[in-house]
């Protein structure tokens, strides 16, 4: 196969892959894995890249892994930018704790099963087990975008996931210089100062990275398109500079910068948080597919059983005695650290901090290597396709026998608590739908509240909404203020929490696109309900009497018969069906209730029939 062919075929397979897992509710991992792993059977990447450069095929770990490593310091970059201090004050003795005790319990244990398990030489399960105390945020990352926890289980999986990363990297230089570049017996004080260069290094750069960037946009040194392609350059930059001066330090440099950048009150990033989200979709899938395309089945196959009772050792025995020891005395219930417990799928950074050790192993001009050296990445990369399938295929049928965690979020975010929209609340309230309404006026807030409606008087667009809210529950924005303009900014703000599907804005009051007073159309939400709809509307219509129906459809009365009964004027709102799943009517999807299903409607209260009513 021709490289341009090749290069041009793997993001588009991994678009496929996460593209299908979005439409099948599969674990996107797996299936980008699985894809990767049919491609290497028709087109072995390291014979391309071979015959392309004229050598040997032993020599393509030297050109690709400074590609994924890079790729790999974005992703961090991406994760550091998603993490929240105080997303993480509610959580802090839980993740400070799996990253002390947890991922030392984890490294002892895992190197006593390649040991005794595996038959391995010590120092190779000790290297194996600092490789394997890493998770990372190309494969927790994408379960729970699917999965959708609780919020706090979310944060500890989030925060480990990104955090442990450059733990674990560091922990496997520090295993690996001590014990096979250094002298016969383990230093401690060698040791400890190899770790202080190290986390000072990235420390130092991640610090100045993130002043320098935010004193560039405040200082308006760089123009707005030029701000995220900037970014990105330089954290690329500075991971390169930091691994130079010491190994593995520029994962600690990334990780701290996305940190810092995220939690700064200076400048404003959102436009360079989604252009790192859209550029970490693209990256994971195309590192899954390679990673998979490059599996040797054949060296996976040669370990045997052992290497299963390992895998399953790993995640059986070893994950959850860390995670239920290490958050003994945490704000963890049992279900979350049960569901903690049973989540800690390996990625690209065990394969590539693997790889490259496994290199310098094979280099090594010491003799005879030590058992287990050859069989480094192929046990590693077994233990990234066993628990990418476990995880991926157990993780939420867990959350939610665990209840947990929602598949399929049904709760509702509005923006306004009129009176005619505290009626539709109640409405929906009294089918046990969530609905949570968000208001600046305190007084309509207080008698929403009076209603037994969950209310919050904030300013929906606010950074104080966005990080104090619990939005565990609600996949929806309903945005039905009389003012178009916050309805408009509150869809742009919630767009990547919940997605362009599920964002939806009352009709605006000047419907001509091509109005003085329109708003672009990008700008807008899914118009909700229907495109005559308005907030005025509404209101105009329960001024002159009209209420909200809930109306369950039976053999005798259909939505016809509801239809007639109510007249010409009835609309139809919301759709839910006997498993308690929500549909909104809209002009581009409009709802097709039918027996068994519930409808609210709006009807003129002179048609109400209370028989037909529930």
């Not at 520029?250 to 009150?265: C, E």
Request: hydrophobic letters at 50%.
């Amino acid at each position: 196969m021709d490289l341009m062919l090749y290069l041009a075929l793997v993001p588009a397979l991994g678009v496929l892959s996460q593209w299908i897992a979005w439409r099948t509710r599969l674990p996107g991992i797996l299936l980008l894995l699985c894809m990767g792993i049919l491609l290497g059977q028709f087109v072995p990447l390291d014979t391309l890249i071979a015959e392309l450069m004229h050598g040997d095929a032993k020599d393509v770990p030297r050109i690709l892994f400074p590609i994924v490593s890079l790729s790999v310091a974005v992703i961090l970059f991406e994760g550091g930018l998603t993490l929240r201090i105080n997303e993480f004050r509610q959580s802090s003795k839980s993740v400070v704790r799996l990253l002390v005790v947890g991922s030392t319990i984890t490294m002892l244990t895992t190197a006593i099963a390649a040991h005794f398990i595996l038959g391995f030489d010590f120092r190779v399960s000790l290297l194996l087990g600092a490789i394997l105390i890493v998770t990372g945020p190309t494969v927790v990352g994408p379960l729970l975008r699917q999965i959708r926890p609780s919020a706090r289980v979310s944060s500890v999986l989030k925060w480990e996931g990104i955090v442990i990363d450059p733990v674990g990297a560091i922990l496997a230089v520090l295993v690996f210089d001590e014990l096979f570049l250094g002298a016969d017996e383990f230093s401690l004080v060698s040791g400890l100062v190899l770790l202080a260069k190290t986390i000072g290094i990235g420390l130092l750069f991640g610090s100045f990275g993130a002043w320098f960037l935010v004193l560039s946009i405040r200082r308006y040194w760089l123009p707005d398109h030029l701000q995220g392609v900037l970014s990105l350059a330089f954290a690329m930059l500075l991971f390169a500079i930091s691994n130079a001066l010491a190994e593995e330090s520029g994962l600690v440099t990334v990780t701290l910068l996305g940190i810092l950048l995220a939690n700064q009150k200076r400048v404003a990033i959102e436009h360079i948080i989604e252009f790192k989200e859209h550029l970490q979709v693209l990256l994971i899938g195309c590192l899954f597919i390679v990673l998979g395309s490059r599996l040797d089945l054949q060296a996976i196959g040669d370990i045997g059983w052992p290497g299963v009772v390992f895998v399953l050792a790993l995640v059986l025995v070893i994950r959850p005695l860390s995670v239920f020891v290490a958050t003994i005395g945490t704000r963890l219930t049992m279900a979350e650290r049960t569901f903690v417990a049973f989540v800690a799928p390996r990625g690209i950074v065990a394969a590539a901090v693997a790889s490259v050790f496994a290199l310098k192993l094979q280099l090594m001009n010491s003799g005879p290597l030590p058992a287990g050296a050859n069989a480094l990445d192929s046990v590693t990369f077994l233990v990234i396709v066993g628990t990418v399938f476990i995880y991926g295929l157990s993780a939420a049928p867990l959350a939610r026998w665990l209840k947990i965690a929602e598949p399929t979020p049904q709760g509702l975010l509005i923006l306004g608590a009129d009176p005619w929209i505290r009626a539709l609340a109640r409405s929906l309230h009294a089918k046990n739908i969530k609905v949570l309404l968000c208001d600046t006026n305190y007084s309509k807030v207080s008698l929403a509240r009076v209603d037994g409606l969950q209310a919050e008087c904030v300013n929906i667009v606010s950074d104080h909404a966005l990080e104090n809210l619990d939005f565990s529950g609600i996949g929806r924005l309903l945005a039905m203020t009389p003012n178009d303009e916050v309805n408009a900014l509150s869809v742009q703000q919630f767009r990547g929490i919940f997605g362009s599907e599920n964002t939806f804005q009352l009709a605006s009051k000047n419907k001509k696109q091509n109005s003085t007073r329109a708003l672009s159309h990008h700008l807008r939400g899914r118009s909700l309900f229907n495109s005559e709809l308005t907030s005025a509307y509404m209101q105009q219509r329960i001024d002159d009497g009209a209420v909200f129906k809930t109306t369950k459809l039976t053999e005798t009365f259909s939505l016809d018969s509801l239809k007639s009964t109510y007249g010409d004027q009835t609309v139809l709102l919301f759709q839910i069906d006997p498993n308690g799943m929500v549909s909104i009517n809209t002009d581009d999807k409009p709802i097709q209730p039918k027996k068994g299903d519930t409808v609210i409607s709006l009807v003129n209260a002179a048609n109400e029939s209370p028989s037909t009513t529930t």
